[in-house]
């Protein structure tokens, strides 16, 4: 059975068809990047698969009907990492990523040493231990990315949707947490869905790339098929280079001269 499967999703907010037509199907242990131009559509997917936003159309994320699965089975089973958390006040590192056990904690009991190895492992593994005391509200942009990340881990679900989980984080960080991330999807095949704007990074880590445009998906492929020169053109009004590399696609953005001399309009 699928990870994640949703055919004919339809999403409206304030009015207008923000998702319209989306049909995708994510395996066990499968990751796939979700990439497309601002507005297209990638955090209301996310928000849809994880039940955060209705919509309409035949959706299962973890077996579960989004829409109507309770919340707490929800949340044991799918974690969203929002590109946009709100950070309460008062709460320290620690506490904030021991809130991703909530789900599994029983209604009227307490934390487990369970839950708390988990948090700490989390914690270990994403480097926070000279953060956990701190209060979240006095993280760095970055710091605070990877504090709802680990959060998210905590949670330890199945599928896990990640809305631009690295837009914060310097390169060495941006390696660290996605391998950690692909460190899991080997070792316990967990599913990704991660919303990306770095096209090279959502080549190298996903498997299969799905771009939105205008709320529809307009291709679904491996990265090469997918991140071709002239459909990131079409689609971003971008000028890029494709570098084949083994391992996968690089996009690099081509200067104004370049691009004037490849359509041979400057010498
Ligand atoms: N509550 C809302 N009311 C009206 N329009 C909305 C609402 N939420 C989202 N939208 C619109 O839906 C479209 C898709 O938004 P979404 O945030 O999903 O795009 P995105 O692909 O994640 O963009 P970005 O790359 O800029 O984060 C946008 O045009 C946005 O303005």
Known sequence: MSAVECSGLRVDRG???????????VGQGE???????????????????????????????AGLDPARAPRRAMSRAVALMPQRPVVPDGVSVAELIGLGRTPHVPRFGTETARDREVVDRVIDRLDLGALARRPVTALSGGELQRVVLARALAQQPRVLLLDEPTSALDIGHQQQVLDLVRGLVTADGISVVAAMHDLTLAGQYGRRIVMLDGGRVVADGT?????????????????????????????LPVGMRAGASDAGGET
Do not use: C, M
């Not at 559509?41 to 936003?53: C, D, E, I, P, Y």
């Not at 990131?232 to 690089?250: K, M, N, Q, S, T």
């Open 15 to 25: 009015g207008f068809t923000v998702l319209d037509g989306v049909d995708l199907a």
């Open 223 to 251: 990265p090469a098929e997918v991140l071709r020169a002239d459909r990131i053109a079409a689609v971003y009004g971008a000028r890029v280079e494709v570098l084949e590399r083994p391992d996968g696609p690089v996009v």
């Open 31 to 61: 990751w796939v990047a979700v990439v497309g131009p601002n507005g297209a559509g990638k955090t209301t997917l996310l928000h849809a698969l994880a039940g955060v936003v209705p919509s309409a159309g035949a959706v299962s994320v």
